[in-house]
């Protein structure tokens, strides 16, 4: 009976302290609640790295980025609206007045767009993209690239991001142009294999919905209920919209009314729950999350291997306008672009897959969206040129007159390389290892076709045939009446 009154008492304490750790909103956090973005950046930071006695150079970046905090999608607005409508009309008048205060600002002619901390985000690491890699920029910044997909959300994550990085980069970097390319920053739009084996089959989500059938789960749901006085039982979806909605408010509009619903424990059990459905959605849940993502992957290595050449300069490149070099290419796409991107390389991999069951063995998981796919989530590779290199493996010097390395950054740290399970590899390595998705990406092998796309083009002839049946009757029953 204590335990019980004591469990109780804390439970009220930390309700009314609101949110101490704001890194567990899954997809939906900001990046700078999941990483350091106060550190004072230093210019050049990561622009050279030693390899024995040899200094190698920053000679091309390659960048694919999440876009910036957005506003909820028109989807989530009306079930935003909706719930809160079912709760105050509901809930005891003395449970969380602010509910009853509480109103809904949101523009549905913005749905999905950008907010204000999105565009700080994206200008931010655009600026400090610039300062770690000044000397690269300030010696070949007029040949960058833009890229993202159709969605205004990161096309403008790309504006803002150019704007960063050629305030610091000045007079270097080319008026911002945007190149739109669907096929790798949403590969998975009309990827049938992916809609009728994934995203649209129920079935293959069940970890995700029994977890909501577990305890842990179940405490939550009940909790609100009781907390809030309402004659209804929260569904699955109820939860997680108010889990999200401390996020959305927060980041948006200041307001943390909704984040008083539930605990700091409470919130890391939704976010195991929303890593249990991103996992399956888009990661090592199921094999065509990372084979889909084989152009992507193709297209950076191919702008990569365009990068090198041991005979060029790289102080003095002159005029490369005819040739496929490029010092960076940035991409801006989504969550489900990076995180197929990034099980495809095999980072974020535990040794055991996400269960509705292990929710307590998997606290210390490597698969945490909140770490790995927040908002503006950014994965690298970079590029070095190193003269008379000293070997990687035996300290020795090589001959030859240039080789090149990569190092490998998610979220501006730069992690281990699973080619060579080290910090900095030969690029040879890291291309071999990775073979397979450059030189056998088929996409319409991967995703199929639909059969309704089979049946129309069967009916299409059957059609044709018909239409020319039709025009040569006439002349037939001519003949036939002759």
């Given amino acids: 009976m204590w335990t019980l009154g004591f469990l109780c008492l804390l439970q009220w304490l930390q309700l009314g302290q609101g949110v101490s750790r704001w890194d567990v909103f899954a997809s939906k956090t900001l990046y700078e609640w999941a990483h350091d973005v106060k550190t004072p950046v230093f210019a050049n930071e990561y622009n050279h790295v030693g390899v024995g006695n040899t200094l190698c150079k920053a000679i091309h970046v390659n960048m694919v980025v999440r876009h910036g905090a957005r506003n909820p999608t028109l989807k989530n607005m009306k079930k935003i609206k909706a719930l809160h409508e079912k709760i105050v009309k509901s809930k005891k008048p003395s449970a969380f007045p602010e509910l009853d205060n509480w109103s809904y600002r949101y523009n549905i002619e913005r749905e999905g767009e950008l907010v204000n901390k999105g565009i700080t985000e994206q200008n931010e690491l655009g600026s400090r993209t610039g300062a770690r890699f000044q000397h690269m920029f300030d010696t070949n910044g007029k040949y960058v690239k833009f890229v993202s997909s159709r969605k205004s959300r990161a096309k403008d994550s790309a504006k803002h ?6 305030d610091y980069i000045v007079n270097k970097i080319p008026t911002f142009d945007n190149e739109i390319n669907n096929a790798t920053m949403r590969f998975y739009d009309g990827c049938y294999n992916y809609e009728n084996q ?9 970890q995700f919905h029994d977890f909501s059938k577990t305890p842990q789960f179940i405490n939550i749901a009940k909790a609100l209920k009781n907390r809030l006085g309402i004659s209804f ?9 108010i889990y999200e909605m401390c996020a959305y408010e927060t980041y948006i509009f200041n307001d943390m009314t909704w984040c008083k619903l539930l605990t700091d424990d409470e919130r890391k059990v939704l976010e195991y729950g929303q890593d249990l459905e991103k996992y399956y959605e888009s990661s090592y849940g ?3 999350n990372s084979q889909m993502a084989c152009p992507l992957v193709k297209d950076m290595f191919e702008t990569m291997e365009n990068a090198m050449n041991s005979s060029w300069d790289y102080e003095n490149l002159g005029d490369m306008t005819n040739t496929n070099y490029l010092a960076a290419k940035f991409q801006f796409g989504h969550s489900e672009t990076l995180v197929p991107l990034m099980t495809a390389l095999g980072l974020n991999k535990d040794d055991g897959p996400l269960l509705a069951t ?5 606290s210390g998981r490597k698969f945490r969206t909140s770490n790995i796919s927040p ?20 300290n020795k010097v090589e001959p030859g007159s240039q080789d090149f390395v990569v190092k490998l950054f998610v979220n501006e740290k730069e992690v ?19 073979e397979d998705y450059i030189k056998n990406c088929n996409i319409k092998e991967v995703c199929g076709a639909k059969p309704d796309d089979t049946d129309k083009s069967v009916d299409s002839k059957a ?6 049946l039709s025009l040569l009757l006439p002349f037939i029953l001519l003949n036939w009446s002759i």
Avoid: R
Wanted: glycine share 4%.
């Fill in 161 to 166: 991001f150019h704007g960063g990085l050629s």
């Fill in 233 to 241: 039982s929260l569904t699955e979806d109820d939860v997680y919209q």
């Fill in 375 to 394: 908002y503006s989530t950014n994965l690298a590779f970079v590029i070095y040129a190193c003269n008379n290199m000293n070997s990687l493996e035996t």
């Fill in 198 to 206: 994934v995203e649209d089959n129920i079935t293959h989500f069940k």
């Fill in 416 to 434: 281990t390389i699973p080619a060579c399970d080290g910090w900095l590899c030969y690029y040879k390595k890291v291309k071999q290892k990775y």
């Fill in 286 to 288: 199921h094999p065509i």
């Fill in 358 to 362: 292990n929710f307590n063995t998997m």
């Fill in 463 to 468: 059609n044709s045939v018909f239409s020319k």
